[in-house]
């Protein structure tokens, strides 16, 4: 008993080291190539401020594509963890942002914020000040935590498929509140808001990512304090009391956490649909567990890979084009999403 737990030890820590190194080569290639390539050693002399490095390639490299390339991390592992959240808090395999309608509530607090007060220009949140940039994080998470305990409050009264069912009748409803607004909205903003609602990890600047990077860091450290808590949820909310777990309270802020974390993600970088499902459906089938101690780091790294690939292959390196990253995020998670259906019978004896 003790060796076979021992290998699967042994298997977890040598997962975490491959997954890492993936991300590492992952991220190195998508800021070494692009429509302009640049050789590592002059990406490692950009980063070190080396003077001796062409102005315009250290711009591009320091400027344009490291953010960049951050921002695909943190997205993908704010999305991870978000959707790892609700498929136990809501005991559901196919639950996710998307899915739930989550997406289209920070997409109402964002049209509300940017379609009346944002700027104009090819991004919306370009020329946004501090206190801007703050409200567009508290309307995003606002709408996302809204539609959240809505679904929440419903799903007790029906089963696990109309849980699903009720989170796109929500998400079609708000589809229709923003598309109002839309019509009501100037020209240029609309095209900015179209343009964003395509989903791009190039809206987040510098400026705009010290606002970005601490709120996804507080959403993932709010979830990694009820790691214990969650495994007790997933056997449902009766044995989670009878173990002292006070149920209603690790719900309420485990959906907080996972509010700010798919608000926040969906208020700069537009609406990514399917990592939110498709990482913790790949940690579980890689790490073979139900542990969230295991989960929440596994499914942080495998969403932050899968998030940075997307974007490497949408901006189709050596090419003068950039490919829609929903796209992208699509044609990798819908698959998962219908091995998940195909397997469901196996995924109802971890929820």
């Not at 343009?195 to 990512?209: I, R």
Request: net charge positive.
């Amino acid at each position: 008993m003790t060796t076979a737990s021992n290998r699967t030890s042994k298997r977890g820590v040598w997962l975490f080291l491959i997954i890492g190194l993936g991300l590492l080569i992952v991220s190195a290639l998508s800021i070494c190539l692009g429509s302009a390539n640049f050789s590592l050693g002059e990406v490692l002399q950009a980063l070190l401020g080396n003077e001796s490095v062409n102005a315009i390639h250290r711009q591009i490299i320091v400027d344009f594509r490291l953010p960049q390339v951050m921002t695909a991390l943190l997205a993908g592992a704010a999305l991870g963890t978000a959707g790892l959240l609700m498929q136990t808090v809501f005991r559901n395999p196919l639950a996710d942002p998307f899915v739930l309608g989550v997406n289209s509530g920070a997409s109402l607090g964002v049209a509300v914020v940017l379609l009346i007060i944002g700027p104009v220009g090819l991004t919306l949140t370009d020329g946004l000040e501090s206190s801007g940039q703050v409200l567009l994080i508290l309307a995003s998470s606002g709408g996302a935590a809204a539609t959240l305990f809505v679904v929440l409050l419903l799903s007790r009264r029906v089963d696990i498929m109309s849980v699903l069912i009720i989170g796109l009748m929500i998400s079609y409803t708000i589809g229709a509140l923003v598309s109002i607004l839309m019509f009501f909205s100037m020209a240029e903003r609309l095209q900015s808001f179209i343009n964003w609602s395509f989903g791009d990890y190039g809206n987040v600047s510098w400026p705009q990512m010290k606002f970005f990077a601490p709120a996804i860091l507080a959403g993932i450290g709010l979830s990694a304090l009820f790691m214990k808590p969650l495994d007790a949820l997933l056997l449902g909310e009766h044995y989670a009391e009878s173990v002292g777990t006070r149920a209603k309270q690790v719900r309420f802020f485990v959906l907080l956490g996972a509010s700010l974390l798919a608000g926040t993600v969906t208020g700069f970088c537009g609406p990514i649909g399917f990592l939110g499902i498709a990482a913790p459906h790949l940690s579980r089938y890689l790490f073979q567990t139900s542990q969230h101690r295991v989960l929440i780091p596994a499914s942080i790294l495998v969403g932050a890979l899968l998030s940075v690939s997307a974007d490497f292959v949408s901006r189709g390196p050596g090419l003068d084009l950039v490919l829609p990253l929903n796209a992208i995020t699509a044609l990798v998670g819908a698959p998962v999403i219908i091995a998940a259906l195909v397997k469901q019978r196996k995924l109802k004896r971890l929820f």
